[in-house]
Structure formats: C-alpha cells, structure tokens
C-alpha cells in the first residue's frame, strides 16, 4: 500500500518537475499539475521530498515556491504576492491562546503579525490621476473615428512609446492626467479625423530596500502604486526595537518623508504614506522613547513616544479612559536626576495637566473609580421596584411610598427598618423603625438622608405559601433547620473558620448535596456586602434579589454588621423575641425601641399570646464588671392601650419573652378511616379519648376488622423520621472514618450513598401498636388522643401475605392448616441474600412474633397464623459486606419498607 502510494507521488513529483523545466527544452508541455496531486506530494515526508528532489537533481526550494504560486488562470498576480506563503505565513499563525498572556506589550506591532495581505495595493483600482508614468508602464490607446484601432503600448527604457504611423513620444515623468492630454492633442493634429481614448494597461514594477529594524530587511519587487506602508507590511514590520513613529523615506540619497504610524493606526492620517519609485529606501530607526500606560484607559499597553509629547496626547494613545477611570488622581511614576522613581499625582479634570510633558520610562496608571452612589437611596426587600432611587435634599419616605401598590401583596404594613450610616472616618450604623401604613397614610413623615437603606418584609411567611402549595409540614421544617444552618455558616469569618467544611459535609449528609450546595452559595452572596462594595451591576442585582428573601434572610446581614460595629462599651442593638409571636428571632433595635416595637418587628402576636404577661430578660454589669441577669415583667394589653409605663424601654441583649395563655390549646384533630359509620376528619377536645371519638362517629360497622386496626401517631412519625436521619449522619461518618480500612474493602460505596439518601428522605410510619376490640370492651387502657392521629380500620380480609427476600412477594389464601414454611414455599421459597433464622411475622393488629424457628418448622403448634398476617424475611446484610453499621443502617431501613409494604396491604 505505501508503495503504491509512493510511486503514485512519484509520477506526480515527475510531472511537476518536467511541467517547471520545460521552457529550457523548448518543448512546451501542456500537462501542468493540479493542485491536489501538489498537494499529494507536499504530504510525503520532508526526508522523502527531499531524496526524490536530489535523485532527479532538481532544487526542492524553487518546487515549493513554484507550487505555492500555482493560482487559477483568471486570478490577478502582483509583484507582492511573492512574498507571502498563505497559510504557512508564519507572520500568520500568531493565534490567541485562552489564557493570554496579561502582561503589556508594546501597541502597534501585533498589527503587522495578523494582516500582512490586507494592506497589499489591489491590481484593479483605479489608477489615480497623479501617477508618473515610468519605463515598464504599458498604455492602451484606443483610436476612433474614420477607422478603429487598440494598441497597447510599453514605454521603453528611454521613456518614449512609439504609436504605429506616429514619431515615438516621450511620456516619462509626466502623470496619467498629462499623458491623456498630451497623447489627444498628438491624436487629434496629426491623425486629422481620429480621436483617442488612453488608460493604463499594466502597471510597472519597482524595487526598493526596505531596511533597519524590520523583521525582514531586503530587497522588494512591487507594484509601481505601492505605499510606504504596502512595503513595510511585506517586510513584516518593524521588529522589536524598530520604531513605528521615525520611518523614513529617502530617494537620491535624501529624506523626503517621514512616517507615523502611530498617525496612520490612530487617526487614520495617511498623509505621508507616499507613493514609492524605483530604488526608494524606507528605513525603520530604533525606538528612541517608550512609556508604559496601564489601568483604567481604553488600550494599557507600552507607546513610543516623541520628544516634548504631552499626557494628554498618550492619553490619547491609549484611547482614553474609560468610564470607570478616576480622571482626578492619575499617577505619573518618572525619575529623576539620580535615577529613582518619583511618584506625581495628575488632576486631568485641571486644564494644566494638559501640557504635563512624559519622558522616556515614565509609568503612566489611571486608578479605578470607587463605584459607590452618593446621591440615592436604596430600596428592598418586598417592594414594588427594588433598587437605588435618586436623593434630594428634604427628601421623605412619604415621597416614595405614596399608595398601597408600592409594596408587593402579602407585604408587612406595620413594620420597616431604614439603615443609616453614621460618621465619616468610623462608621456606625442606626436602625430606625417605621409602619409603612403610617407612611402611606401621611400619619408618620420619615426623612431619608443619603445612601439610607429602606427594608420592607413579608408578611405571609413560608408557612402560608407552603399550606398553598400543598407541601407537607417537614418540607417547611427541613427548609427551617437548613436556613439556620446556613444563617451560621453565612458570616465573613465563614470561609476562614476550619470547620466550615465539615459543616457543609454535615448539611451533604441530612440534607443532600443539592441543598448543602445552596448554603455554600449562600456563604459567597451576602446582598448587603454587594450593595456596599460591589459596582452598579453587583448593586443592582442585589437589591432585585432581596425582592425573594425572607425576613430573617434580609435581617441576618444587618444583625452582623450591627454586631461588628459596636463601640467599646456600649451593648450591641438586638433584641431576642422569643414565645408567641410569628417570627421569633432576633431583631435589630435602636435607642427609642420600646416592648410593642420589637413585638411589631416579629410579626406581631399569636392567637394564643396571653396579653397580661410579658417577661423581659436584661444582662446588666455592675461597677465591679458583675454580670447579672434581671426580669422584669410587663402587660402587653397595657403597653398597646399607650401605658408608659408598661411598654418598657428596651436595651440591646434584651430577651422578650411572650407566653401563651393558661389552658390554651390548638384545634386538635384526628382522622377515623375504613369501616367507621361516618369516617373523616374530626375536632376533639382535651383528654378525649379513642373510644368517644369512635362513639361520635357511629361506631364501627359489621365488617370491621378489629385485630388489624391501624393507628398511627404524628409525634411518633417524627421521631421515627429523626431516628433514620441520625442514622443517616452516624453512617455517613463511620464510612469517613473507616474509607482507608481494609473492614470496608467490599463495602459498595455507591449503594451506601443511595442508603444515606433513603434513610434522609424516609417518611416515617408513627404506627401505635394497640388492640382496638380490647380497649372497646374497656379490657385495656382507653388512648388520650392528640392531634394528627389517624385510625384506620380495615374490612376483613381472609389472607395472608408473605414479604421479603423470597422469591416471589405475593398473597396467599388464609389456610388454617398451612405453617410459615408452607406459605413460603409457595412463594417459591427463601432468597440468596435472606436470613432463614429471623423470619418473623407481623400480625394483623401490627405485633411482632419471631418464634423459635427449630419448633417453627418442627412440632411446635403454637406458632400459628391467622387471617390478615404477614410473613416477613429478612435480608441478610451480612451478605454484602462486613461493616457492622452498614449492618444496622441495612435492617433499620429495611423495617421501615416492609413496614410501609405492611401498610400496603391494608
């Protein structure tokens, strides 16, 4: 195959040979190669070109040349395209890379590296009027009038073309404009009755040298309507040390012009991009002078610059500043007579900075500006339009709360806080408290003053919105718990503290990766921090998203920043509420707050706050820096009625304690489901038992079956739940420990994390093991129902259920003469993974036997199974690996399925 392959490219090598060496044989070959058979040879080794090139004694760097030149009959060559090699330019294979390289360079020269075609002079522009015909230049004049004729005419080397019946004509040194009019008057006095018409045909050639600090000093053949630039860009520009600003063009030993590329990138300025002619030299000196800007200009980088330039013409360079740069204070870092860096601060919004002269190394950095509102007010929370909001001298609250609609629906009306900054040098921070109603009314008029911070809260809470969407009570429970964790975890010191990790793994292990996620995420956005220093984008999207935050989630942030800005001495500004209220919590507070304002604060009382004692908790210190605790009580139902006296001032630390009233109790109620006369949901009162209850609804019917009455308890479902979360975290930390221990090596680490999982979202049964017939015949102690228990009682059902590890978990017909092993067997009989020796059997009514298993299966009669039981077996953890607590986690887990499956079976 690479044979064939190689003679193939032979041939090709051959053909191209004979096709580029046939002028010098006289034999014009019409076989010329295509551009896929060069390009078939061009992918053979360079050692393999190389040996084909000597055999036939041919020079490879002329077949390359030549094969890169292979171009389309009716592409347009010029003299410049010689020297660029497409794609295998390495002037154009300078590529961005994804992290590049941050470092200033000097402005200007990555231009020459991108774009050294995009500044050749094309072959068919219109050639300007001024154009000085030269030797090599072709004319085409056509001739009309009594008869047509074309010629297309080359001035010779004396400058002179020769129209057929005319003397030759001298045209050398004139423009395109003068040898059009010259040519007509000939035409039209000595070719009485003709008329011209005269363009350039093909344009002259010129060489010139392009030389100093150029990447590719030499010799260039190029179109007569080159520029200075056309030439500088072939030679590939200026290398590192040449100079983009002292280019210069000399002919006959003279400088004629010099060129500014800074004039020509910047300002578009082409004016002294002259035209080149014959043997023109364009000479590129050293740099003389470079400074480096940097910071907040349009264009950081280092820039050559001219003698007696000012800042404000390398300002310029750079492109200016951009709207962040702080046009007050720029640094200018120059030296001086001993050579050592001198620092000068630069007012540019001062008309005299305009004539500060830079000199060579001088350092140029424009600072960023501190992105902070001095002239608003900052709006959020569960407001309408979050955000900053222009302040005025005189301005009120009233001016921007005027309606209802202001607010969000479900927002709090009787409570808000203004955060106020106080002091310039150390600050401090005020809370004022306000009822937007009030506001709103006109009763009350807030003044605001600038950069004030206006919260607004809800006031619904998570409980309404999770009753509204259905939501089991746990959810709001788990959400509760995580929030407080989070609440810990979301401080300044949070990232820094060492066990903020082993935290995170702890919210990972109750609560899933997902919402440990959330609590990171957390940690890193504070909405306070981001209005305080973050820019106008961070600031704005931290004001919208104080518009879903709960109360305590826009309070934490300020209870934090009141905590770390308290004065030596003084108590820090919170108070607790604690007991009957809506939001217990910790609140900020200032120097007037008084019992009702931090009862307003929490969301206001409960139904079941009692109104004539109220317990406040006060730290005092004595001289002596004693510290004691002192209660004092107070009645609400005064201090609301305008009581002084009774509405106590408070100060910070104090704990507000709001108790429930005597014998008050919550609407208790249960469910009575299956064969109840009128089963549903009932009201009960204290004390009521199970029986009363069952009495109220009609009693049982006929079908009722009593021994597989089902009851279960809220309370217990809950304990139950939090058992298998503690197992959950107990298995997640014994895994860590023991992960590097050989008693684990089989232990599946995939299906230990799908267990922890199960176990924290394992609902829980709360089943109440009781024997209803016994406690209707007043056999046994009656149940003190409490709310949330339900009992079910089911019809009879004349089976019996085997569940588990065996083969096929099914129901089977209630045979009074069948053992446990019988049923089964039926079931097609035990499992790989089944532990035969704790086979158990859940009865009707929810008890457990585990019989003696050599008399199950022997002559023991007494292991009997009656209508509606369930035969349970085991799995066998034991099987799987050897971790004693993966044991336990296996058989916990495994209780509570097959007790739902139980359930089930209901």
């Not at 209802?404 to 955060?419: C, E, W």
């Not at 006929?702 to 197992?727: G, H, I, P, V």
């Amino acid at each position: 195959m690479f044979n064939g392959s190689k003679n193939i490219l032979l041939i090709v090598f051959c053909t191209v040979l004979v096709s580029l060496t046939s002028f010098s044989i006289g034999a014009q070959i019409s076989t010329t190669p295509s551009a896929a058979q060069i390009e078939q040879f061009k992918k053979l080794p360079k050692s393999q070109q190389t040996a084909l090139a000597k055999q036939f004694g041919f020079d490879l760097s002329l077949l390359n040349s030549n094969m890169s030149g292979v171009k389309s009959s009716e592409e347009t060559t010029t003299p410049e395209t010689q020297y660029l090699n497409g794609n295998n330019n390495p002037l154009r294979q300078v590529e961005k890379t994804a992290e590049e390289d941050k470092e200033l360079k000097p402005f200007g020269y990555e231009m020459f590296e991108q774009m050294q075609d995009a500044f050749l002079p094309q072959g068919n522009i219109p050639v300007p009027s001024d154009y000085i015909i030269g030797s090599g230049d072709s004319i085409n004049i056509s001739l009309f009038g009594k008869e047509s004729q074309e010629h297309l005419l080359t001035v010779n080397n004396e400058g002179k073309i020769t129209i057929p019946g005319l003397e030759p004509i001298s045209v050398a040194g004139l423009s395109y404009s003068e040898v059009k009019q010259y040519i007509a008057n000939i035409i039209s006095t000595k070719m009485i009755g003709m008329k011209s018409v005269v363009s350039i045909g093909e344009l002259r050639s010129v060489q010139v040298y392009v030389l100093g600090d150029v990447k590719k000093p030499g010799a260039y053949l190029l179109s007569s309507l080159s520029t200075i630039s056309n030439a500088l860009f072939i030679s590939g520009g200026p290398n590192e040390v040449g100079s983009l600003r002292n280019i210069q063009l000399k002919r006959s030993g003279k400088t004629l012009a010099h060129f500014d590329l800074y004039e020509f990138m910047l300002k578009g300025n082409v004016t002294t991009d002259q035209r080149i002619q014959q043997g023109d030299v364009i000479f590129v000196a050293p740099i003389a002078n470079q400074v480096t800007v940097m910071g907040e200009v349009r264009r950081p980088a280092i820039y050559e610059i001219k003698s007696n330039e000012t800042l404000a013409q390398l300002l310029e360079f750079a492109g200016g500043l951009t709207p962040q740069g702080y046009a007050k204070s720029v640094q200018l870092s120059t030296f001086d007579s001993q050579q050592l860096r001198k620092i000068n601060t630069i007012d540019l919004t001062n008309s005299n900075s305009k004539t500060q002269l830079i000199h060579n190394g001088d350092i140029v950095k424009v600072h960023k500006n501190i992105e902070r509102i001095g002239e608003a007010v900052n709006l959020a929370g569960y407001v309408s339009r979050p955000g900053a909001q222009s302040w005025q001298e005189g301005m009120t609250l009233n001016d921007i709360l005027t309606n209802p609609a202001d607010l969000l629906i479900g927002a709090d009306f009787d409570y808000g806080i203004i955060v106020r900054s106080v002091g310039n040098f150390y600050q401090t921070f005020n809370i004022k408290q306000f009822s937007p109603i009030n506001v709103i009314q006109g009763k009350d008029v807030i003044p605001l003053h600038k950069n004030d911070l206006v919260l607004f809260f809800n006031s619904l809470g998570k409980e309404h919105y999770y009753k509204e969407q259905g939501l089991m009570v746990d959810d709001l429970e788990k959400e509760v718990k995580l929030e407080e964790r989070i609440n810990q975890l979301n401080t300044p010191q949070g990232v820094k503290n060492q066990n903020y990790r082993v935290a995170l793994e702890e919210l990972s292990a109750i609560y899933g990766d997902e919402e440990a996620l959330k609590a990171e995420e957390s940690q890193k956005t504070n909405y306070l921090y981001k209005i305080l220093f973050g820019n106008l984008v961070e600031k704005h999207q931290a004001l919208i998203n104080t518009q879903q935050m709960s109360r305590h989630q826009l309070l934490y942030p300020i209870k934090q920043l009141l905590e770390q800005k308290i004065t030596p001495g003084a108590k820090v500004k919170l108070v607790e509420v604690r007991g009957e209220v809506r939001f217990p919590g910790v609140y900020p507070i200032n120097g007037k707050s008084t019992v009702t304002d931090a009862v307003i604060a929490a969301g206001g009382l409960k139904e079941s706050a009692s109104l004539y004692r109220t317990e406040i908790s006060r730290i005092t210190t004595d001289v002596d820096e004693t510290v004691t605790t002192q209660h004092m009580s107070a009645s609400l139902s005064a201090a609301l009625s305008g009581v002084e006296s009774e509405n106590i001032k408070l100060e910070g630390r104090d704990v507000i304690n709001i108790f429930k009233q005597a014998n008050w109790n919550e609407e208790l109620k249960i469910t009575l489901e299956g064969e109840v006369r009128y089963p549903g949901e009932y009201t009960v009162k204290e004390n009521e038992t199970l029986t009363q209850v069952i009495e109220r609804a009609g009693g049982l019917t006929e079908l009722a079956s009593l021994d597989a009455a089902f009851f279960t308890r809220e309370s217990l479902r809950k304990l139950e739940k939090q058992q298998a979360q503690d197992m959950a975290r107990m298995l997640n930390k014994e895994l860590a420990l023991k992960s590097m221990s050989s008693s684990v090596s089989n232990v599946n680490v995939n299906d230990v994390n799908k267990l922890v999982t199960a176990l924290s979202e394992t609902p829980g049964i709360g089943r109440l093991i009781i024997d209803l017939e016994d406690i209707i015949a007043g056999n046994r102690d009656d149940i003190k129902l409490e709310s949330g228990d339900k009992l079910i009682v089911p019809s009879y059902r004349n089976e019996v259920n085997v569940i588990g590890e065996v083969q096929v978990a099914t129901s089977h017909m209630y045979n009074p003469e069948w053992t446990a092993k019988k049923y089964i067997n039926s079931s097609g009989g035990y499992r790989a993974q089944a532990d035969d020796d704790r086979v158990y059997i859940i009865r009707a009514n929810g008890l457990v036997d585990i019989p003696n298993l050599d008399k199950w299966f022997g002559t023991d009669k007494r292991a009997y199974l009656k209508a509606g039981d369930t035969i349970v077996v085991p799995l066998d953890a034991s099987y799987t690996d050897r971790l004693t607590l993966w044991e336990k986690a296996t058989s916990i887990f495994y209780q509570l399925t097959v007790g739902l499956a139980a359930l089930g079976r209901l």
